[in-house]
């Protein structure tokens, strides 16, 4: 039943925000039911920590503690974009234009919801691709000349992954063929040792391929800067934060299944394409010109981080992928609230023409380095912690040569942005054309950025005892 | 039913071969007119086989999907097409292609050995009658994502992809032709959400850049071209 009000809080935001009740409507009814949608899969997620089952329709809609992590990541992300949303979309004059955006908004977030709480793959498949879809029009929604552009090579190359990826659930159903367990994630780990490698095999290495390219992985991931550095910042919020890890998760779901298996090689995969990932977009951070786009780089190093920890196999590593995941959304999503207020002060993406932020704006300057810092992975903040616990678990489990490259790869990272970053923030500020009064921002987005910030700095100081308790059924999750 | 087996087989091969067929017609059609008319076809060849299948192999959730993929396929997409994409796009004669014909059908007919090849990999089709469908799909997959990287034009690009999804299809059907009904419903109307989204985008592509020569959108680039 939980589950089930999760799914109707945003189609219901849906349906009123696409009515014409007047402009604070729409985002009033988001709000409301994001915040709502944040109480009940916390709740949920507790349920889960505690060793509960939490069942909408046994065999199609339950949660495990690997879904119920990126259910509670969906919620957040899509609570504090809505609330950034508020002061960031309210420039937008046209007021049918503002409804579509709301109601598509929701459509957005219901999608990404349903996906961890689906435990039947070709549904999971149906759920990923309507996110896709609604994705579409968020993407789109500046209505540039660049943002069509962006919208479009974001669908042709994520709807076409989709279309590859859908052989791959097709072959992955002719699993429960060779046995007697239900097409579920649960019943295909338990099937996997009777069922020959080669069907094992093709679908994971066609989902590999097709949703690699909606998670951004190298060499499909060409759309993903583009689309991610000219939808508004809270959509981008939302691409890179959760929409890129909700199809991470489902390539994820498909190793425990292979390596149950137990005659293919599956982590070497994703520890190569991984890696591949990450190195690519490490050294593609060094030379971006665009503020957003260093951000939306930074998310292909991230997924690649995180397939490679999963890759490494082991309690540890698999504990360390799932603290990621977690660190990377509330992280990569305060990234590109700082980057939106950024955009608000100064109305320009190039990084070379932004000087002294820290003067013109303290508050847009203090987010900004303070995410940059954050994302690259310094300590004592949260992805700094999980970047460390993989590091360290792939020592102890002697992947000297991956975890040597890994950690190149991060440090180049890490210096790629700081130095973008610092060249933004810092130094003698242009004087401004005309004496235009500073920009006052939304009161919208400064509380944003607080609230976002907030788990950030928690996390790097404090881990709650049952968030513990998640992250370790969803490392369970990732094993078996 | 044994005597009928062949023939069904036999029919089935034909809807096979006018599945591959059509899907070369799509990378060799000049016209834009040609290109929804030979996805027409290649979709009434993949609900004949999904309705040959379901008789053949006994699974009566089959003839409801084809019925299904055929309301959607043949006659709402591009009945959808033609509504949300402005009529001067369909009355231009001539596409534009990065690679020229003869080139295209030489690289088209290396990736259909290619996908005899990797049919290999796959897993066989579940009934006797279905052998073929599994390298033929696996063509029209590859040949549906070369039409997407040679194409220019926004809507034979969503052709493209849709051939890609035709292609997973048709193999598909054969592999498991036992999915869930829920599942095989889905996936035509995530097809009909795609050309209405698709289709409304090349229209706002157009307003906003003059254009639906996507493979000319290029100001999103590295190194900051913008």
């Not at chain 1, 080669?198 to 800067?225: M, Q, R």
């Not at chain 1, 944003?448 to 100081?461: Q, R």
């Not at chain 2, 379901?54 to 089959?62: E, S």
């Not at chain 2, 193999?171 to 419903?185: D, H």
Request: aromatic share 8%.
């Amino acid at each position: 039943m939980t589950l089930f009000v999760i799914l109707a809080l945003p189609l219901v935001a849906a349906l009123v925000s696409s009515l014409p009740l007047g402009r604070r409507v729409a985002p009033a009814t988001t709000l409301l039911a994001a915040v709502g949608a944040v109480l009940i899969s916390g709740r949920a997620a507790l349920t889960v920590a505690a060793g509960a089952q939490v069942v909408g329709v046994a065999g199609w809609i339950e949660l495990d503690g690997l879904g119920a992590l990126i259910l509670l990541l969906v919620a957040v992300v899509g609570m504090t974009a809505a609330l950034f949303s508020w002061g960031y979309v309210a420039r937008e004059k046209d007021s049918r234009h503002l409804r579509r955006y709301y109601s598509n908004y929701n459509l957005f977030v219901f999608a990404m919801l349903a996906v961890p709480m689906l435990v039947e793959p070709a549904l999971v498949w149906t759920a990923v691709e309507l996110t896709t879809i609604f994705g579409i029009y968020l993407v789109a929604f500046d209505n540039t000349p660049e943002a069509v552009e962006a919208a479009w090579k974001y669908s042709i190359l994520t709807i076409m992954g989709g279309a590859m990826a859908l052989l791959g659930f097709i072959v992955l159903f002719r699993a429960t063929r060779f046995g007697d367990a239900p097409f579920t994630w649960r019943g295909l780990v338990t099937l996997a040792p009777k069922v020959s490698s080669g069907v094992l095999e093709s679908a994971f290495l066609l989902i590999l391929v097709g949703f690699g390219a909606k998670a951004g992985l190298v060499p499909l991931h060409t759309w993903l800067p583009d689309a991610h550095s000219q939808a508004p910042s809270p959509v981008c919020a939302l691409l890179s934060g959760v929409k890129t890890t909700v199809v991470l998760y489902v390539i994820l779901r498909m190793l425990p299944i292979l390596n149950a298996s137990g005659r293919i090689d599956v982590d070497r995969w994703a520890i190569v394409v991984g890696l591949i990932s990450v190195g690519i977009a490490a050294f593609l951070i060094l030379q971006v010109t665009d503020y957003k786009r260093l951000f939306a780089f930074s998310t292909v190093e991230h997924m690649g981080i995180i397939l490679t920890a999963a890759g490494l196999g082991g309690a540890a590593a698999h504990y360390g992928a799932v603290y990621q995941i977690l660190n990377h959304s509330l992280t990569k999503s305060f990234c590109f609230f700082a980057a939106g207020t950024t955009m608000l002060t100064v109305d320009t993406r190039q990084i070379a023409d932004v000087r002294g932020l820290i003067r013109t704006s303290p508050v847009a300057g203090t987010a900004l380095l303070f995410g940059g810092i954050a994302i690259a992975g310094a300590p004592p903040l949260a992805v700094f912690l999980s970047e460390f616990s993989i590091l360290r678990s792939g020592i102890a489990g002697q992947h000297y040569v991956a975890i040597g490259l890994l950690a190149a790869f991060i440090v180049v990272a890490f210096f790629g942005i700081l130095h973008h970053l610092n060249r933004m923030t810092f130094g003698q500020a242009e004087p401004v054309p005309g004496d235009a009064a500073p920009v006052k921002l939304p009161l919208s987005s400064v509380l944003t950025l607080i609230i976002a910030a907030a788990p950030i700095v928690i996390l790097g100081v404090y881990m709650p005892p049952p968030l513990h308790r998640l992250l370790q059924m969803a490392a369970e999750g990732l094993a078996r | 039913m044994d005597t009928l087996m062949p023939v069904l087989a036999s029919l089935n091969g034909l809807a096979a071969g006018v599945f591959l067929l059509s899907a070369f017609g799509l990378l060799a059609t000049r016209q834009m007119q040609g290109c929804v008319r030979f996805f027409r076809l290649q979709s009434l060849a993949l609900v004949a086989s999904i309705f040959l299948i379901a008789i053949g192999m006994r699974v009566p959730d089959l003839i409801a999907v084809a019925l299904l993929d055929f309301t959607i396929k043949p006659l709402l997409i591009p009945w959808l097409l033609r509504r949300y994409v402005r009529e001067e796009l369909f009355r231009r004669r001539e596409i534009d292609q990065v690679l020229n014909i003869p080139s295209s059908l030489l690289v088209a007919l290396a990736l259909t050995i290619t996908a005899y090849f990797l049919a290999v990999i796959l897993p066989p089709a579940a009934g006797s009658m279905g052998n073929i469908n599994v390298p033929v799909g696996l063509a029209g997959l590859l040949l549906g994502a070369f039409t997407l990287a040679v194409r220019r034009e926004a809507v034979p690009q969503l052709i493209g992809i849709f051939a890609i999804e035709n292609g997973s299809l048709f193999a598909g059907i054969a592999i498991a032709p036992r999915l869930p009904l829920v599942a095989e419903m889905a996936f035509p109307f995530d097809m009909l959400i795609i050309a209405l989204v698709i289709g409304i985008l090349t229209r706002i592509t157009q307003e906003r850049v003059g254009t639906t020569e996507v493979g000319a959108l290029r100001s999103l680039r590295e190194g900051g071209a913008e």
